[in-house]
T-cell receptor, first 116, second 111 residues
């Protein structure tokens, strides 16, 4: 079974600092996709960034970047210049190859709190 | 820019009642999904569909049914509601294997 592990239940970061949220995954497939989602206190799930297993460069989207280390099976999210609005739950997810590489398998999430 | 729309936003059911959670998307996505999120947990897949007329079970399908008669709509049916189905339900859609975009969720309590 595919598995996503997020080992940090909660993280604190000072405003304007960078923070790294950890994610490791377990799969025997060569082709897979990794996603990060943000869930603010309002509850919606917001797509942040995507990394394909064959992508040679780390994905970036504005202040979000993904530190993808394939050999270590890790896909850490880096948020630069943290803002108060970044306080939220963050979920790492992987496309599940056992179901045609379509639905997502989610980790349990990391709660990020940005301190002024 | 409606995206994925879920109704209702909140619902309280009595044990044994049934209901349908509605989901519609206007992005012409072919794939649609239903997830549930229990407190302090990530999302778990209930059912998904890769196109009209095609549905498949996810990790936690028991107690639920779905149908996909159109590209836009993917309702989730709860029959004989049980307290274990108290959760937040999310519908999502994607274009094939691209990023999934989520609705705002339905918070369901079964008492």
């Amino acid at each position: 079974a595919q598995k996503i592990t997020q080992t940090q239940p909660g993280m604190f970061v000072q405003e304007k600092e960078a923070v790294t949220l950890d994610c490791t995954y377990d799969t025997s497939d060569q082709s897979y996709g990794l996603f990060w989602y943000k869930q603010p206190s309002s509850g919606e799930m917001i797509f942040l960034i995507y990394q394909g297993s064959y992508d040679e460069q780390n994905a970036t989207e504005g202040r979000y970047s993904l530190n993808f280390q394939k050999a270590r099976k890790s896909a850490n999210l880096v948020i630069s210049a943290s803002q108060l609005g970044d306080s939220a739950m963050y979920f790492c997810a992987m496309r599940d190859p056992t179901t045609g590489n379509t639905p997502l398998v989610f980790g349990k999430g990391t709660r990020l709190s940005v301190i002024a | 820019n409606a995206g994925v729309t879920q109704t209702p936003k909140f619902r309280i059911l009595k044990i044994g009642q049934s209901m349908t959670l509605q989901c519609t998307q206007d992005m012409n996505h072919n794939y649609m999904y239903w997830y549930r999120q229990d407190p302090g947990m990530g999302l778990k897949l209930i059912y998904y569909s890769v196109g009209a007329g095609i549905t498949d079970k996810g990790e936690v399908p028991n107690g639920y049914n779905v149908s996909r008669s159109t590209t836009e709509d993917f309702p989730l049916r709860l029959e004989l509601a049980a307290p274990s189905q108290t959760s937040v339900y999310f519908c999502a859609s994607s274009y094939t294997k691209g990023p999934q975009y989520f609705g705002a969720g339905t918070r369901l309590s079964v008492l």
